[in-house]
């Protein structure tokens, strides 16, 4: 597809697991964002690439948090020992370049048992 | 200080009617840009229009169109002749300019719309 890509689409796991969340953005796009959505929050930045590179990461909730991407493409978003807190839907978006228009995939649910 | 502000937690409008949803926001850059973004219940986050702080026309996109008042702050999504596709979350985010804010967007709490038949 020409979409943003995202997977799983549902995860459910325990507490004090890790899980790993993957983004792959529309070809080409060279920046990629993550946002996470939840009841009590919103909508919140988490992190971007530009490229392979991540200059800001002050929007990650806690260390328990990190995110990497590969070859200027595909992203995984890593949450570790998780938390009830974390239940939410992890969004990724990407754009051709940086300050262009973001496109969003559908997202993964995460629940947090 | 909350930047992006919707002020309608939800919203009806009668089909093939329009219905005007608010956004305000608030920033002390001079450049910035504002969105609109639809979420369906299957949770997908679609595009709808675009508006730069320096664009002196409002947008238009279709059926949507956005009402820019700069010196008020606002930026508000209109949805013409509205179809019951048009049921959804609707979201108003901002950038702001600078390039090492990463282009991240920030965005209200959303307005739910639904459309009567």
């Known amino acids: 597809g020409a979409g943003v890509s995202q997977s799983p689409s549902n995860k459910v796991t325990e507490k004090g697991k890790d899980v790993e969340l993957r983004c792959d953005p529309i070809?080409?796009?060279?920046?990629l964002y993550w946002y996470r959505q939840s009841l009590g929050q919103g909508l919140e930045f988490l992190i971007y690439?530009?490229?392979?590179?991540?200059?800001?990461k002050s929007g990650l909730p806690s260390d328990r948090f990190s995110a990497e991407r590969t070859g200027g493409s595909v992203s995984t978003l890593t949450i570790q020992r998780t938390q009830q807190e974390d239940s939410a839907v992890y969004l990724c978006?990407?754009?051709?370049?940086?300050?262009?228009?973001?496109?969003f995939g559908a997202g993964t649910r995460l629940s947090v048992l | 200080a909350q930047k992006i502000t919707q002020t309608q937690p939800g919203m009806f409008v009668q089909e093939k009617e329009a219905v005007t949803l608010d956004c305000t926001y608030d920033?002390?850059?001079?450049?910035?840009?504002l969105f609109w973004y639809k979420q369906p219940s299957s949770g997908e986050m679609i595009f709808l229009i675009y508006?730069?702080?320096?664009?002196?026309q409002n947008a238009t996109e279709g059926r949507y169109s956005l009402n820019f008042q700069k010196a008020r702050k606002s930026a508000n999504l209109v949805i013409s002749a509205s179809q019951l596709g048009d049921s959804a979350m609707y979201f108003c985010?901002?950038?702001?300019?600078?390039?090492?804010?990463?282009?991240?967007?920030?965005f209200g709490a959303g307005t739910i719309l639904r459309v009567k038949s």
């Open positions: 508006q730069g702080s320096y664009d002196e």
């Open positions: 070809s080409g796009h060279t920046a």
């Open positions: 985010a901002m950038r702001e300019g600078h390039k090492e804010y990463g282009n991240k967007l920030v």
């Open positions: 920033t002390s850059d001079q450049s910035y840009g």
């Open positions: 690439f530009q490229g392979n590179s991540a200059p800001d």
């Open positions: 978006a990407s754009s051709l370049a940086l300050l262009d228009i973001q496109y």
